[in-house]
């Protein structure tokens, strides 16, 4: 009981920021921060459509690195429809639906990589590394994620913006920006939800560099987190008089509203099959036939490409999260048997379930981009996918195997 007290007392600030993060894309939401970058950014393109392209996808991968992906889909698409919209009046020679679309979802896609709570295959993961005891997973923190992270994430946001250049704008197309576009106004509500939000990211990557730059930052990382997460429940829950009203920043239905009670089912029973899978061994059985697949692979990259294509290319017809709680034993104990450090290649799963470009059901991002502009061709949606699933395995590998060895000594 004292060891379960001890392990609950030291993952304490995890769960926390899980928390605290949930709170914060509450915030953006209600406080419609959300909408407002995303028409702040796309109003900076000044219409070239290029441009426009690149502010899609960074504002959808800026919101998917702390919301939900859907969610940051979401609040992208009243934006590209109205640029389609505005662009088929104007030029029904040259639509923008395809390159619009694939720039929603591939953004969103890739941006909850960026960040330690930016998709929900990291949470598993750590538990992940917990339960098979993975040395590297206590140094894994809010801030050191993002050292890694977000270079990877603007890395395959480059790509996407470079094969949606090339291969799926039209020549020659120019973009008007619709009225609709323009952000709304930044009032009292908007400064109070930003200024929660900045400080929730100052609190978490200050602990974090605190923890790694003090060693006794240790003994008061739970306690620090408690009083922490104790402030900002009162900041958001307290009634506060703003835009002419008296309530609080996050009355009781819109913390409930964000809540996915179906996706929170789905990861229990998934969770519940992996520990199952444990300890009955079956994971380790799984691994011993991808063993076999994978004896080619005689390095550490060629067996990360390895996994990483094939959890990109099966997230492309089965849930991410299935996908990640799938291969995540199999690539521990398939790097145990080979001598490879399992760190690197754990990560990656979790990096490769959310990368599937090609299909409209691989995602749920892709889903909604294409259901919401039916200009989009599927058949370029498959053909430059298909690149972009390649190219991002293969960036990805790359830069896990040189970062994560030196973010994680």
Not at 138 to 145: K, L
Not at 219 to 238: D, H, I, M, S, V
Not at 354 to 383: D, E, H, K, Q
Request: aromatic share 10%.
């Amino acid at each position: 009981m004292t060891d379960v007290l001890a392990y609950v007392w030291e993952r304490l600030p995890l769960a926390l920021l899980f928390t605290d993060g949930y709170l914060a894309y509450r915030l953006l939401a209600v406080t419609g921060l959300t909408d407002w970058a995303v028409r702040q950014a796309v109003l900076r393109s000044r219409g070239r459509p290029s441009r426009v392209v690149l502010y899609v996808i960074a504002a959808s991968a800026g919101l998917s690195a702390f919301i939900p992906n859907a969610v940051a889909v979401l609040a992208v698409l009243p934006v590209i429809t109205a640029l389609d919209r505005e662009h088929r009046l104007r030029r029904p020679d040259a639509p923008m639906s395809t390159a619009l679309a694939l720039a929603a979802m591939y953004g969103a896609n890739i941006g909850g990589m960026a960040s330690l709570i930016g998709s929900p295959a990291n949470l598993i993961l750590l538990g992940v590394l917990d339960l098979y005891g993975v040395p590297g997973r206590e140094q894994i923190s809010f801030f050191n994620w993002f050292v890694w992270g977000l270079p990877l994430a603007a890395l395959l946001a480059a790509i996407g913006w470079g094969l949606i250049t090339l291969l799926a704008l039209p020549r020659g197309a120019a973009c008007d920006l619709p009225s609709t576009v323009r952000p709304p106004a930044f009032g009292p509500l908007q400064r109070v939800g930003a200024r929660l939000y900045a400080l929730f990211l100052f609190f978490w990557i200050a602990a974090a560099l605190l923890k790694e730059v003090w060693s006794g930052f240790a003994t008061w990382e739970a306690p620090a987190a408690l009083a922490f997460t104790g402030w900002l429940c009162l900041e958001c829950f307290r009634p506060r008089r703003l835009d002419g009203t008296f309530a609080p920043l996050l009355p009781p239905r819109a913390l409930l509203a964000g809540i996915p009670a179906r996706g929170l089912f789905w990861l229990g029973v998934l969770v519940l099959v992996m520990l199952t899978g444990n300890a009955l061994g079956l994971d380790r059985d799984l691994a011993g036939v991808f063993r076999r697949i994978a004896v080619s692979a005689d390095s550490q990259f060629s067996l990360t490409l390895l996994f990483a294509l094939a959890a990109i290319f099966l997230t492309e017809v089965l849930s991410n999260t299935v996908v990640a709680v799938a291969f995540f034993p199999v690539a521990f104990f398939t790097a145990q048997a080979l001598g490879l450090d399992p760190l690197p290649l754990v990560i990656t799963i979790s990096v490769a379930a959310t990368c599937a470009f090609m299909t409209p059901v691989a995602t749920i991002p892709n889903a909604l981009a294409y259901g919401a502009l039916p200009g989009t061709s599927l058949r370029r949606m498959l053909g430059v996918g298909l690149l972009m699933n390649v190219l991002c395995a293969l960036a990805m590998t790359a830069w896990l195997s040189l970062a994560i060895p030196l973010v994680y000594e």
